[in-house]
């Protein structure tokens, strides 16, 4: 594929000044137009080493509006990213809506250069793309544009190119090692092109051999895509729902299923409690030691008890080991980035505990039911969710998740206990009212929750939370045996 | 001192039950009194291994509304942590306005363990404690509450608590190792706390031999901070201006005297252009080699080239290297901090530059000539500003800072010519012309600052920007003269 474009074309000089003020200023007014936009950009650069990629940089941030466009380049990781899935530090790197991000580098990268190095068997690197393709599907749903631009330089102009940078102290320091890597390298890069390169995300290969044409082409085609993308997005109609022909209701409710078991007494569950902990914090330290980390979510109806059950597993660990992380309204930074932003910001580093006190599952749940995302956009959240925690896993992170259940009548009468206490009161609000109004609209988004984010690797665990006493007892019996089981 | 506390204090248990419900309901009224407030509670809980610091986490967690606050365990820094002057994890950590953060774990535990164990000698005790007196005192200024709790328990207790966290599976990996040098630590704790504990930041100790004794004291402590501050801030007037008395202007402008030399040759130009960029180049490499961080730092007229500026230095370096961070209005996770904030989670990792295209110093510039900030905020920053650089220079970071002037009439000219170009045209904005018309002010600002915050480990350039050509090849010389004199 590459040879495609080995087609030896130079722009020259005369002409290459005649056009660019034209596509300056219709680049320069393309970026303009994002500012306000619900979209960002992402401009992926990348290329054979020697293929001028960094010049490109510098010159797309010259054309470009400075105050609207950042440069991520990626090198290597540093210790708090390998703690975290592969992905988690373009997460981090993400330009918010409205902006254009060029990545130098990218999530190509690691996984090319990875098995060209031999440090990734070929079902790796598959992987790897198909992880890939994933977020570039989940980004482009979102709105993201992806512009990914491929230099492609021919052996014999990266020898010479090489040379020349080497000549003026330019080099990078593997640039050479990599240059003997070359046919290698070209193969596995067509094959992550070909994998990864989508109607929806194509690649643009240009020829690199001639400054003026690689860069006046990426200019070029950078400005189409983002004139093109603006009038999609002025033009978008909601598309059809994929929940729209959903059954709405189920015959027999899985939440009404759930075993209530029995009460559980003061002293027994003191006792139960007690050895509990003992058991989660042994094993905290454990899985501090043996560098495991783990992730915690709970949701659950209002009062069904996910503060108090979460202290509880707190309780039995050090503070240094775990963070509560409380989800309530997005900052103005989180509301510019794709709804997954926010939560892998901030997943643990390794060894230690992140505790959800709601989550990601919002999207599919308080989103869905008051109606703040479209059905589209919620309907395809359950993949998503189900990608996104497929990663943590595959990361070596233990994940658990609890739905606290609790029944209408006992959510009455916790809501009316609250209002008496003092320092309860401040708990309840009309808002905690207005939710159990539409408990049956909840039911059925928790219903099909729990049924498409059950995966094998991060089941759902349901909790019947009327005994307070047992609830906490669950749950701490369940974090005990997962984390047992992983360790 | 802390004999002073080891006073056998107890809380029974009938009287702390019934005192309870008031302390929790009043604590959490004052937490959600917080809300909306323009400061912010930090709560450092240090003290002995053993003394219950971690269970007085929890109960504070417990006893306050969840949705408002965060807590943060400092540990084992991170390889990114550590690359940057030691407070940054701190920064990273501070809670938004309106909310607490519990520190478990501070400022104060790598000094004082530290020193302990002998990686600190005195003289760095004490340069570290004298740099927590300076971070305290900015917080403070800004208006933070900062309620410092050390737990104190006499050794014969520690050793009690010790075995039986022990037998309890309980105990961190350094506790016995810590326990070992009780009299060292306390003996360095004290000095610690005599050094930072000042009338408007006190250190609060509390005997904690007795849980319900000290988880009571701490609450209660607390409380009466977070009620007291709230009514110092309804009630606080604008204090005095340090710089109402200040003098206007001076006889003799400082910037009236930039030497503007004479114009440069296209040729010479582009000769000596290419010769500083390809040294730039190789010490940015060699920067990177020896792990040595750069700072760079643009300021000056509007028009007076310090994007081209920035671009002629950046076209000098691998973008691998270097991050050019564009400051604009701040997001609303950035309003909710202290203003240095936002520059502290720029700092780059060693062996990396980051260039600021504007900077802190909008403190003292457009906020102080624009009355965002009152007087006597702006007034502080100078100080501020310079122990702020002057940790990054401690850490080895190079600061280089370029004042870039530019003549009224020249200005004048190049905003008709922004006008006239298609796509310079965004450049300019209205903005611009009112900048202008208020150029004696700016100028009073500039000269202030340029006086005050030229240190001898981090001072102005004064660059000539008159003519474009030389300016940019001052530029480049002074950043190449700067990093060859560091490496």
Redesign the interface.
């Known amino acids: 594929m590459f040879e495609a474009v080995e087609l030896g074309q130079v722009l020259r000089h005369a002409k290459y000044e005649a056009a660019l ?1 034209r596509l ?2 219709s680049l ?1 007014q393309a970026h ?1 137009d994002l500012r306000g936009q619900k979209f960002q950009v992402i401009v992926i650069v990348s290329g054979a080493d020697g293929a001028g ?2 010049e490109l ?2 010159r797309l ?3 470009l ?3 609207g466009v ?6 290597e990781a ?3 990213e390998l703690e975290r899935p592969m992905h988690w530090r373009f997460w981090r790197a993400m330009p918010g809506r409205g902006r254009v991000g060029i990545f ?2 990218s999530w190509y990268t690691e996984p090319v250069v990875g098995r060209v190095f031999g440090r990734l068997s070929r079902g790796q690197l598959d992987a790897a793309l198909q992880r890939i393709v994933e977020l570039e599907q989940m980004l482009t749903a979102d709105g993201t544009l992806l512009v990914k631009l491929w230099l492609h330089l021919p052996k014999k102009e990266q020898k010479k190119r090489l040379k020349k940078l080497e000549r ?3 080099l ?2 593997d640039d050479w090692k990599h240059f003997k890597c070359y046919d290698k390298f070209a193969k596995v890069s067509q094959r992550a092109l070909r994998h990864t390169g989508t109607a929806a995300v194509p690649w643009r290969l240009i020829e690199a051999t001639d400054r003026r044409y690689r860069e006046f082409t990426a200019g070029t085609l950078l400005r189409d895509a983002i004139r093109q993308h603006l009038v999609e997005a002025a033009a978008e109609k909601a598309p059809p729902s994929p929940a729209a022909n959903r059954r709405r209701s189920r015959r027999i409710s899985l939440l009404d299923r759930i075993d209530e078991g029995g009460r559980l007494e003061a002293s027994a569950y003191a006792r139960r409690l007690k050895a509990l902990q ?1 058991r989660l ?2 094993l905290t ?1 454990e899985a501090r030691e043996r560098r495991v980390s783990t992730v915690m979510v709970f949701e659950g109806w209002d009062a069904a008890g996910k ?1 108090s059950g979460i ?1 509880r597993v ?2 039995a660990m ?4 775990y ?2 992380v ?1 989800i ?1 309204a997005p ?3 989180e509301r510019a980035q794709h709804y997954l932003w926010r939560f892998w910001r901030h997943l643990p ?1 390794s060894g230690r505990l992140a505790i959800f ?1 709601r989550s990601w599952y919002g999207r599919v749940l308080v989103e869905r039911v008051e109606g703040f995302a479209p059905p589209a956009d919620w309907g395809r959240a359950y993949q998503e969710i189900n990608a996104f925690e497929e990663q943590l896993v595959e990361h070596g992170i233990v994940v658990i998740k609890f739905w606290l259940n609790v029944s209408a009548r006992e959510q009455l009468r916790r809501f009316r206990e609250r209002q008496e206490v ?2 309860k009161r ?1 708990k309840i609000t009309e808002e905690d009212w207005r939710n159990r109004s539409k408990r049956g609209a909840y039911q059925v988004a928790v219903e099909e929750m729990i049924e498409r984010c059950s995966t094998e690797v991060a089941p759902w665990t349901l909790v019947a939370g009327d005994d307070k006493k047992s609830a906490r007892v669950s749950i701490l019996q369940t974090a005990v045996e997962r984390l047992e089981t992983a360790l």
């Open positions: 003020p300056r200023s320069l303009l990629k960094g940089v510098h941030n010259e054309w509006d400075p105050r950042e440069t991520h380049a990626f090198w540093s210790d708090e130098f580098g003026a102290g330019r990078a320091p003992t914090s042994r330290w503060g202290r707190t309780q050090d503070p240094r080991l963070r509560v409380g309530a900052t103005d930074e580093r006190d003092v320092y401040y």
